[in-house]
């Protein structure tokens, strides 16, 4: 940038520019403290001034051809490959209500007053590098490392409410603190951010959270009330208490996670709000508390947020993945003993590009966690298994495209491609190095659906939609009929057959669901009519035997539930020592 600058006093000198050109803002403040700028602004004490310089240098073979703002009296051009803008010395005079300013000439002093901070109105002469402090406050300001309104703060303000929430930017980016009438004037005046774009707000927003110290910011914009009209739900999260794994409430663990994240804007509105529905999902008994299914409602909760600030899909796509995903891992321990090599090529297929970042923000998670649960080894172990296992998968795609299976099996298009792409799937991420044909031929249809393959289908549908944060009840529904769909209707019609298939269909759902999210008593319940309505729907004749059939299984499965309470130890309270059995498939 000091190129640039000898550049443009160069071609200035001896012209009615020269004594009336200065650097301001940003760059000034940065070389004051030793920092170097890309950012160059340049104020003109002519009228349109900016817009002349412009025009000048641009006919001087200097610049691009300026890009005018007539109304705001500036000028956008590129020197040297960096975008540079000149503006005149102008005063703004705000109407109520209104944050578009009218744009009047004005002296350098006027010039100065209308900006917001005082470490923000130093002004450089262009032509000797001596830097003014029109303030008397500035210098000694970004010395004494203080954010201070130029005027009045309330009129700062309120002329701009935006300007509150760069007050905190600065503070986190710079690390400085913000002068004490200043920041009261900023909680006197919080609410003025509602009149305010919100797509100004998410950017400073963005900035502040790309800072080296988000969780600061955020405790900023906590204790100034400016998060309220951000992201009020955070204030759930407040003092809210945890379960044993935790060693802070909800809205501290969120500021750690998200301080142990890297400057990645997806990866750190994830951590921010990662638990944002967990005060929602709360259940406590008298020795614990519980917080089922709080990722995939918190996936659904951040949607709305960032949609209410204008993010751009793309991102609130990925949030959302992370967020849903972010538990994924709990129950394994650091070292991942009952997670086979099949759940880690899973993981892979269905994360896809957000798994890195999937990874980095369960890292986070687990080493923000109270010291005796904490899993810092688990990623890192994670990741050595990847690698192997990404030799395994290869090309990352099914080799076998539904017009495989419509010439192998001989049928027309429709719903049954789409159960045998999914047994293919499976096979496959199983079997990963097996080609196409061996695939094929491993595939079982119609008629020659076995007990043991309907549990297994069943087991493995409640797997997949408890780790995708999905309706576990509606994917055990579907699943249901996709295998009714798949049997021969003398089967179905067969007493014997009906009653192996509905059994095995519910311990398949009984054994997946233990497996992720314990306790099963009123799941076996929902699950059981859930499955026996699917079986009437289809066969009628079976119906109300299936009905006996399952009020007799949900019976008989309370035994079997006791004795697991009493012997199981749940996955989240000893890691290491999980009594999660997953199964060769999984």
Known sequence: MDNIIKTIANSIRNTEFADNTFVVGGFVRDKIMGNTSEDLDIVVTLPQGGIKLAQFLFNTHICSRPVIFNKFGTAQVTIQDHKIEFVMARSEKYQEKSRKPEVLPGTINEDIIRRDFTINSLIMDIMNGKI????????????????????????????????????????????????????????????????????????????????????????????TRLLNFIIPDLKELDGTEQDKYHDKDMLEHTLQVLQNTPADLVIRLAALLHDIAKPYTKTETKKEIHFYYHEAAGAKRARKILRKLKYPNYIIYKVAILIKNHMRLKSFGNKLTNFSDSAVRRLILQLDTELDQL????????????????????????????????????????????????????????????????????????????????????????????????????????????????????????????????????????????????????????????????????????????????????????????????????????????????????????????????????
């Open 359 to 586: 990874l980095i923000l369960i890292n986070a998670d687990n080493v923000s966690r109270a010291t005796k649960y904490c899993l810092q080894e688990q990623i890192p172990n994670l990741k050595k298994r990847i690698s192997s296992n990404l030799k395994k998968i290869k090309g990352k795609s099914l080799p076998i495209t539904g017009n495989d299976i419509i010439l192998h099996f001989k049928v027309k298009e429709g719903k049954e491609i789409g159960i045998i792409l999914d047994q293919a799937r499976q096979i496959w991420i199983d079997h990963p190095s097996w080609n196409k044909n061996k695939i094929l031929n491993a595939i079982k249809r119609g008629g020659t659906m076995t007990e043991k393959k309907v549990s297994k289908i069943v087991h493995d549908a409640v797997i997949k939609a408890a780790h995708a944060g999905e309706d576990v009840i509606k994917a055990v529904g579907n699943v249901t009929k996709e295998i009714i769909a798949t049997v021969k209707k003398e089967d179905l019609d067969n007493k014997e057959k009906a009653q192996k298939l509905a059994k095995e269909a519910l311990e398949g759902a009984k054994e997946g669901f233990e497996k992720v999210k314990p306790p099963t008593e009123e799941f076996v319940k929902k699950a059981s009519i859930t499955i026996s309505d699917s079986f009437k729907e289809h066969a009628p004749k079976v119906a109300s035997f299936v009905k006996e059939v399952f009020s007799g299984i949900v019976e008989g499965t309370k035994d079997v539930i006791d004795e697991h309470k009493k012997t199981s130890v749940k996955p989240e309270e000893k890691p290491e020592k999980s009594e999660v059995k997953e199964k060769k498939e999984e």
């Open 132 to 223: 003014l402090d029109m303030s008397q406050r500035s210098i000694s300001d970004i010395q004494n490392k203080i954010i201070r309104a130029t005027a009045n703060p309330e009129t700062i303000f309120q002329d701009d409410p935006l300007r509150m929430l760069r007050a905190v930017r600065f503070a986190v980016q710079l690390n400085f603190t913000i002068e004490t009438v200043t920041f009261t004037k900023i909680i006197e005046n919080s609410q003025l951010l509602e009149n305010i774009s919100k797509e100004r707000i998410r950017d400073e927003f963005s900035k502040i959270l790309l800072s080296q110290n988000p969780a600061t910011g955020i405790r900023l914009l906590k204790e």
